[in-house]
């Protein structure tokens, strides 16, 4: 477990400076291995696969990479304790604006739209150009597949029941599993006369150059997923997203091998028993065939494949050279029972095998064993040949995706592709055929595509792909496209990138970006859906006053204090409040007051009187000095930040409040002040009894609250508050004493 996984089997030797890739978002901390020491129940993992690195996932810097969706993106993948690759992400995407998720129901089918889906990437890791590197990230997961020259590897959460080990992800070579799978496809090795001709057809191709150069081309391979996957994933979304992971890594395969992105516009996943009954992937592909002939014509396809995690060890199996068959009468079919978890082990680089193996089937291939399909005859021999050209033995060697070696010691490798033969008939048959389109527009807008969260003041690109050489105008819409403002005009569109910084608002779900070809404004593209724009605080500090500040209070004391932060910018939408809490507790605890003239200042003035009373709160009695600790905060309805924290010591005083020498009382009272009439001062006696929480407040003749003297916390006795009421107006007034037990109101009179 200790082994240097990727530096053990030389995967990968990367050099090169980490700041070369700054203008990619980077991210450094999302992986954090753990000690095979600190890993209980570890021999779980070990009896299923020969070396493996364990580690925890950041799931901060998960929800942001989610959140933010960066187009590109250096991720940091640890291969060892102290040593990592780095894989050099592009995002990827295999639905079209247009597809269709479908939930089968017992009342049908009923278009869904689903949140939270999958975030997916591809590319390599860098510094070794022939890797394959698939990342799908989702708000509390990753699941990953790498490959190169040495093997393919998997990342993913481990699934053991055990709490030691869940939630914990797993780096793996999918060779060194030590239970192997059988997987055979059922795919006969008898060809028709029809078919064994286009194989000689072909043949003469082989190796040609306009193969590998042709243009992209895209085929739209219609999904179908029974009711056992979805019952295994326990939602929609959840089956969706082990979909879109699968996906997203065979189009890959297909994209970097045969310049062919396989694309899905129509999923349908099954949330009631499905009529795929059989016990076999022959009779299962055949009830999968006469179902969607009979009830699916109007989904537009290239294929349609069938995929379930159902037990069985079925394997897979699929029709030949049939790119657009009849949807009504067609053989355009194929099925493949992926295993999703093999025991306790993620097992994505198998799923994605069984599933490009199949449509490679669909795409025109034979199997890399076959006597007849190739040029020299059998490619490989780690399988009893198709025919009767070699009566050898089973020869293990490392072998492509049409292949059955991994069967053998040798397995199969991504990076191999399907190889020279299979990948031209893959290439040559697509080509051919009539639904498979060629996937170069004038004009694609690549990011921001939707569903991304920009901060105002970011500089964030734009990026885009064309074959237009002239300039395009640049636009973007805070309302869902309503109203459009000028990015930039004539840029250089063979630029494919432009640095827009993000508009100066308040807040926005309905955020859009267009471009259009500047002479020509019929060519253009629009992001695929709205996206959010937040407004960016300024980095907020305390001014006065200073942090360790220590302030006197007393109930009902009217001295000022005014506390000041600096702004955090100067959008209109901004407010400000001011927290305080006591020192040692969490933010949760933060009482919270809004700051002067309604919120909009950046200070805040509170009386000694309301800061003893905040010192009261917070458990501090008369006598005691507490520790808090204050900042400023800043809001706009969407989002808040705060400044610094600075500690402010409030000791609590008797000033203006007397104990009066004598026995502890035996029960309430409140006497007449004295003098009465006054002016401006008057005494104010009390009695308690028991140590408890006491509220002295005057009040007008009309009822009005006009002071708080007194809201705190006393021991037991007698008490005299002196109240000075020259900021008052002469008049009849009343005093109100009141605990949880206990109150009692009487009468004064104030002449002036």
Known sequence: ?????????????????????????????????????????????DNLVGHSLIFNVNKTELSSIYSEKPMKLDLFVPVSENEYVIASLEKFDILKPWTKIVEMTPEGEREVTLGDLVLSYKGNIAGSENSTVVFNITKDDVTAMMSNSSGNYVIGKLNTGLSSLDNKFILYRDSDLKIKNDFRCETSDVFSDELMQSFNEDKKYYHADNITDAPLLEADIALDVDYVTYLAYGSVTNTMNYIMKLMTAVSTLYLKEVNIKLVSSYIRIWTTPDPYTGTTSSIILNQFKDHWNSTQSGVSRTVAHLISIRSGGLGGIAWVNVLCDSPTMGNGYGFSNTDGNIYQLPTYSWDVMVVAHELGHNFGSA?????????????????????????????????????????????ISFVLGFGDQPGDRIRLRASNAPCVVNASEQLILAYPQGGETFRTDDEVPIYWGTSLTGTLNLEYSTNNGNEWHTISDNVNALAGTYNWTIPYIGYTDQALIRMYDSSNPSIGDTTTSTFRIILNFVSMHNISPPTMHSIQTSPGQSQTHDFVWSSAGTHPSISYKWSIRKGGTPMNSNLYFQSNSGGTDTSITITGGLLDSIASTLGANVGDSILTLWSGWAYNGYDSVSSNTFILIIKRTTIGIQTVPTEIPDKYALFNNYPNPFNPTTNIKFDLPENTIVSLKIFDISGREVASLLNSKLQAGTYTYLWNASTVSSGIYFYELSTPGFRQVKRMVLIK
């Open 367 to 411: 199997h890399t064993h076959s006597c007849t399909a190739w040029n020299g005859g059998p490619i490989d021999s780690c399988y009893q040949v198709e025919g009767n050209c070699y009566n050898g033995p089973v020869i293990p060697r490392t072998g492509t995706i049409m292949s059955y070696c991994h069967l053998t010691s040798g397995g």
């Open 1 to 45: 477990m200790k082994k240097l996984i990727f530096a053990v089997i030389i995967l990968f030797t990367v050099s090169f400076a980490v700041t070369a890739y700054s203008q990619n978002k980077v991210s450094q901390n999302l992986f954090t291995v753990i000690e095979p020491e600190a890993l209980p129940n570890l021999n779980i993992v």
